[in-house]
């Protein structure tokens, strides 16, 4: 009880004040998501495939929340109204790693939002993962409840109305032999090579429904819940692949998604990046006295983490 009450505190502190607008962290030069393909799993004994060229595809729209989240309440509706007649699909990543009341999230959940969002909801908050976040295309990651606009509705619709990136993706294709216990799922991905550009693959089993009353926010009904992540290998390929079984009801299906970043920004970045002109000689004292002070700010990450 403690460790929860002691946890709730940090989140408090560090959440920015409901009048404090909250601006998006556009990472968009650097980082995105295409893809949003759906196999319902729910029909039983099926062998289907889905395909979409790349300007047919889903916008992706990703959910940070927690079943103690009463903020992520308001914010999921005011998500839900500004999605409304579009076509866009929605994930909900709950909280797991140091977790004591929410049973949908995953180890592996935490560790990927941590990669690819985790240094914007640290800008923004000082966490990596903080509850609610709200992340368009991969790459627009708009944290907490405070709108900069008139509303948060404004402010996902505003998101959504952002064009997608120029990935260089062209088409994707999922496909799904089985049934709702086990089966085998293939993939196809094709893209304009870039040699600044690099992809990751990754297949999110998701159940429509999960009904949980002792979740403390009043929900009970939890939607789109991301109950397992798995990172496929290759541009295409099929592996096989048992299910979680589903909280309740009958009710699980995939998406598939494609993660770009810039190699570039990869190479480049950081403090090399930064000082092209210095060599390695002169940069050793200051990369020295940086260590002892990125070893305590990682240690008090991990801290504020657990």
Known sequence: MRGRIALVLILVLLTPAPGQATEAVDLSESRGIVGGLVIDLGLGEQDTSVSA????LPRV?????ATWCANCVGAEHALDEAIEGENAVVLAHHRSIGEVEDPFGTQDG???WEDLYGSA???VTGLMRAAPTMVFDGCRVKVGTSPSGDSLQTDYE???ALPMPDSGAESSTLTWTGNNNSGTVGWGFSFAPAETTSWVH??????AVANFPEGSNGLEDYTTVVREVVTLNGDDGSMALELPAAWDGDDLYLVLLHEWTTVAEEADGGILGALPGLGMLTLLPILAALLPSRRRSEQHTSELQS
Request: hydrophobic share 40%.
């Open 53 to 56: 060229q790349a300007e047919d």
């Open 61 to 65: 729209v990703e959910v940070y929340t």
């Open 110 to 112: 935490d560790w990927r």
């Open 121 to 123: 909801s640290q800008e």
């Open 158 to 160: 505003e998101l959504l």
């Open 202 to 207: 990754r297949l999110m089993v998701v159940e």
